[in-house]
């Protein structure tokens, strides 16, 4: 009792102790040398537990010269005969002396001169180790297999009051390690998944997890997809000189066939257990411990998970970590990232506010929070909220260029959202020096002179803008945006010829971007004319097709479709748009142009469908089906400009057939009725876009001309200011305002508005600026 309560107390593997175990294990040592030179009964007992104490002195040689008198073999083999297993606590006891024997070898190589002895000797170290891992996984098996003596009943006829000593431990990992050490890495990976195959024990969790982590990290670094081999079930083991543990049958095993899937398995088993030990640890040294592996366990999931576009699984990975991760940061911020990868946007920004509250000057954190408010959530105030506290975190300059250039872009965004003229002017002038001070900071950043170069755009200072543009070009030629940007710039110069050369140059690098084609066809109606136009329409068409089959793909239920092996960006990424993009366009929007308008949409389409409406939702990703109705809306006024009223009339027809109450449908509707002449159904539609979403400056533009057509000015008038007032870069509400205002006998004010309308004309691009996304990354 006096060795095990000491072991328990000290680790016997720390020559630290040996000396205390000297002082402390005197009566041990003197009551165990006399019953090992006896004949007694226990003997072979008190032989293995003196070398036991010999060992934690630090005497090695005295403790091989003892297990010399000791056939550790036969004993094994004996306590195992036929299956019967005579003494559990024996047949553990010999596999802790295989163990010992094993580091006492270790210990006196150094007395060797030859590198074949030393290898030799190493050999024989392994075996030990081997022999002593396979003992003690039977033992805990045979532990699993007998009941526990109930309480009151007396004692067990035998002690089971056994774990995974430090010993066992020791040897069991050290096995893998001196195989690596000595160049075999197959023998390496062999032996990790010969002890995974052990059928397992409530006992030996804690090492189940050990060895699946540490197999799992040594396959990510030591192999590749080509150089993998996968699990042989058939091999036979190096080691025959003792017992082996119960394996599970080959036939009920899941055998990974590539790399990745053995990673994933071993990962997912590391974290079945470490999750468990987590919620169950309380004492507080050993939790921080536990949770240092699950930290491990977790970042290569990801590592993994990412690159198969898991994001799912990996959130729920997460999910359950946080039972345990009160104040850990950075698993906190790893679930708020799979969270953003899941698209699983506003569920994701609370997360980041508790990161925040755990690492308040953790500037990355404050910008990503920042980025979803802009570009997911549309909550733009929110947005600016985060980026003035990063503004406010002592961080280096490039950090603080970028908490400057995102306070610029959240004002930008709440001003395009203000109705007052003047709160735009203050706001919009905020955000220019908020870039001015980010690009202070960080001169070479190309973001930043981007986004300077399409804030002078908005403010029709179109040399001003192209100048920052080029700037931005030098940083990054290829960065998508400003190409884009420069090419309105060229077209608000009446350039077309130019701009045509550059998006084409552009479109050599990113042939796919439906942005830039969209671009391009308004372009081509200008320079080449209508027909060149039309096919480029067809491509976009096609183009989305191959992008909506990939998204139907990652949307469905088919598990072989979410699991096989590509790159979850692979067509998208060359799509590259953003819903952004196409609800901003001149020609309208098949998204409202606010978040209240969205939500009116959506509140619409609700109810129609709760009505028992012949409206249902389409099957697969909405995003995919909004950009497909964007290039069939523009298409239609394609259309109509050629005088082809019947092709514009079945192209809003397919976009109805999917978002029937969209904004835009109404206003294309209410297009196709103004160019037949029906001007009251015109204005009826004009009036329900307009319901739907008060801002939509094109609805208000052409319910202004229809009003006037009718013979109301004076509501034309009304209209139109609101249209000038809510983009007063809007030219041709000028011209038809100043038309309104010569019919009500006001020369001055339409005098006026006729020279902003040509002024604002001569600097107006093919589509407007706001097409380009304000993006942060």
């Known amino acids: 009792m006096a060795l095990e309560e000491f072991i328990e107390a000290h680790d016997p593997t720390n020559e630290a102790n040996a000396l205390t175990a000297r002082q402390?294990?005197?009566?041990?040592?003197?009551?165990?040398?006399?019953?090992?030179?006896?004949?007694?009964?226990?003997?072979?007992?008190?032989?293995?537990?003196?070398?036991?104490?010999?060992?934690?002195?630090?005497?090695?040689?005295?403790?091989?010269?003892?297990?010399?008198?000791?056939?550790?073999?036969?004993?094994?083999?004996?306590?195992?005969?036929?299956?019967?297993?005579?003494?559990?606590?024996?047949?553990?006891?010999?596999?802790?002396?295989?163990?010992?024997?094993?580091?006492?070898?270790?210990?006196?190589?150094?007395?060797?001169?030859?590198?074949?002895?030393?290898?030799?000797?190493?050999?024989?170290?392994?075996?030990?180790?081997?022999?002593?891992?396979d003992l003690a996984f039977l033992c805990l098996q045979q532990r699993d297999k007998r009941?526990?003596?109930?309480?009151?009943?007396?004692?067990?006829?035998?002690?089971?009051?056994?774990?995974?000593?430090?010993?066992?431990?020791?040897?069991?990992?050290?096995?893998?390690?001196?195989?690596?050490?000595?160049?075999?890495?197959?023998?390496?990976?062999?032996?990790?998944?010969?002890?995974?195959?052990?059928?397992?024990?409530?006992?030996?969790?804690?090492?189940?997890?050990?060895?699946?982590?540490?197999?799992?990290?040594?396959?990510?670094?030591?192999?590749?997809?080509?150089?993998?081999?996968?699990?042989?079930?058939?091999?036979?083991?190096?080691?025959?000189?003792?017992?082996?543990?119960?394996?599970?049958?080959?036939?009920?095993?899941?055998?990974?066939?590539?790399?990745?899937?053995?990673?994933?398995?071993?990962?997912?088993?590391?974290?079945?257990?470490?999750?468990?030990?987590?919620v169950l640890e309380r004492n507080e040294e050993t939790h921080e411990l536990t949770l240092t592996n699950i930290t491990a366990i977790y970042d290569l999931l990801a590592l993994i998970l990412v690159k198969r576009a898991q994001f799912g699984r990996l959130t729920e990975s997460f999910e359950k970590a946080m039972r345990f991760s009160f104040q850990e940061f950075h698993i906190w911020y790893q679930f708020a990232n799979s969270l953003i990868s899941s698209s699983k946007y506003s569920q994701a920004l609370p997360v980041l506010s508790e990161c925040y509250?755990?690492?308040?000057?953790?500037?990355?954190?404050?910008?990503?929070?920042?980025?979803?408010?802009?570009?997911?959530?549309?909550l733009n105030q929110q947005g600016v909220e985060w980026s003035q506290r990063a503004v406010q975190c002592n961080v280096p300059k490039h950090f603080l260029a970028r908490a400057y250039m995102a306070l610029g872009i959240g004002l930008c965004l709440v001003a395009k959202d203000s109705r007052l003229n003047a709160d735009r002017q203050s706001l919009n002038q905020k955000a220019l020096e908020a870039f001015k001070t980010a690009q202070d900071l960080n001169p070479s950043d190309y973001l930043t002179a981007f986004h300077l170069a399409l804030q002078y755009a908005n403010l029709r200072k179109i040399n001003v803008a192209i100048e920052f543009t080029k700037k931005s070009l030098e940083n990054r030629s290829d960065f998508i945006h400003s190409l884009h940007l420069l090419t309105l710039l060229l077209s608000a110069r009446k350039q077309h010829e130019e701009a045509m050369t550059l998006i084409q140059a552009a479109l050599e690098e990113y042939p796919d971007n439906l942005s830039l084609l969209m671009t391009k066809a308004k372009l081509e109606k200008i320079v080449l004319g209508p027909d060149e136009a039309l096919s480029t329409y067809q491509k976009m068409l096609k183009l989305w097709k191959d992008m909506h089959e990939l998204d139907i793909a990652d949307d469905g239920s088919d598990?072989?479709?979410?699991?096989?092996?590509?790159?979850?960006?692979?067509?998208?990424?060359?799509?590259?748009?953003?819903?952004?993009?196409?609800?901003?366009?001149?020609s309208g929007s098949i998204r409202a142009e606010s978040y209240a308008a969205s939500r009116m949409e959506k509140a619409l389409s609700d109810l129609a469908s709760s009505m028992n409406s012949s409206f249902q939702p389409r099957a697969g990703p909405q995003r995919s089906w909004v950009i497909q109705a964007q290039i069939w809306l523009n298409l239609a006024e394609l259309y109509l400009s050629l005088n082809q009223v019947q092709e514009a009339q079945s192209c809003v027809q397919e976009t109805f057939q999917l978002f029937p109450h969209s904004v835009y449908v109404f206003f294309m509707r209410g297009l196709v009725y103004e160019h037949k002449g029906c001007l009251n159904e015109a204005k009826m539609c004009y009036e329900n876009a307009i319901s739907v979403n008060p801002t939509h400056t094109k609805s208000l533009y052409h319910l202004g001309i229809v009003l006037h057509k009718l013979g109301d000015n004076r509501l034309a008038e009304k209209v139109l200011r609101d249209a000038v007032n809510l983009d007063p870069c809007?030219?041709?509400?000028?011209?038809?305002?100043?038309?309104?205002?010569?019919?009500?006998?006001h020369p001055e004010d339409a005098s006026h508005c006729h020279m902003m309308g040509t002024s604002l004309e001569a600097t107006c691009p093919v589509a407007p600026f706001n097409v380009i996304q304000r993006v942060m990354t």
């Open 730 to 745: 809007f030219h041709k509400a000028w011209f038809v305002l100043g038309i309104v205002l010569e019919a009500t006998d």
């Open 147 to 278: 009941p526990t003596t109930p309480q009151g009943m007396g004692p067990s006829t035998e002690s089971n009051n056994f774990i995974v000593t430090s010993l066992i431990e020791m040897a069991i990992k050290q096995v893998p390690v001196m195989h690596w050490k000595k160049g075999d890495k197959i023998k390496c990976i062999n032996r990790y998944r010969e002890m995974l195959r052990a059928v397992e024990s409530r006992f030996a969790h804690d090492i189940r997890k050990t060895l699946a982590l540490e197999l799992a990290q040594l396959l990510l670094r030591s192999s590749s997809s080509s150089s993998y081999k996968s699990i042989d079930l058939n091999a036979k083991s190096l080691n025959n000189k003792a017992p082996k543990p119960m394996v599970y049958c080959p036939d009920k095993l899941f055998v990974p066939k590539t790399l990745d899937e053995e990673v994933l398995l071993l990962l997912l088993i590391a974290e079945a257990v470490a999750t468990r030990e987590a």
């Open 357 to 378: 509250r755990l690492a308040p000057q953790n500037v990355t954190v404050c910008l990503q929070a920042a980025q979803l408010c802009y570009e997911h959530l549309q």
């Open 559 to 586: 598990s072989k479709s979410k699991v096989r092996e590509r790159n979850p960006w692979d067509k998208r990424s060359l799509a590259q748009i953003t819903l952004n993009e196409f609800s901003e366009r001149g």
């Open 24 to 133: 402390a294990l005197s009566e041990a040592d003197d009551t165990l040398v006399k019953l090992s030179e006896g004949n007694s009964l226990f003997k072979e007992q008190a032989l293995l537990l003196l070398a036991k104490l010999k060992f934690c002195e630090g005497f090695y040689q005295v403790c091989l010269d003892t297990l010399e008198k000791v056939d550790l073999t036969s004993i094994a083999l004996r306590e195992s005969e036929g299956n019967a297993y005579k003494n559990t606590r024996l047949l553990y006891m010999v596999a802790e002396c295989f163990a010992i024997k094993g580091k006492c070898l270790d210990k006196t190589k150094s007395s060797l001169k030859t590198k074949y002895k030393i290898s030799e000797r190493e050999d024989e170290i392994i075996t030990c180790y081997e022999i002593a891992g």
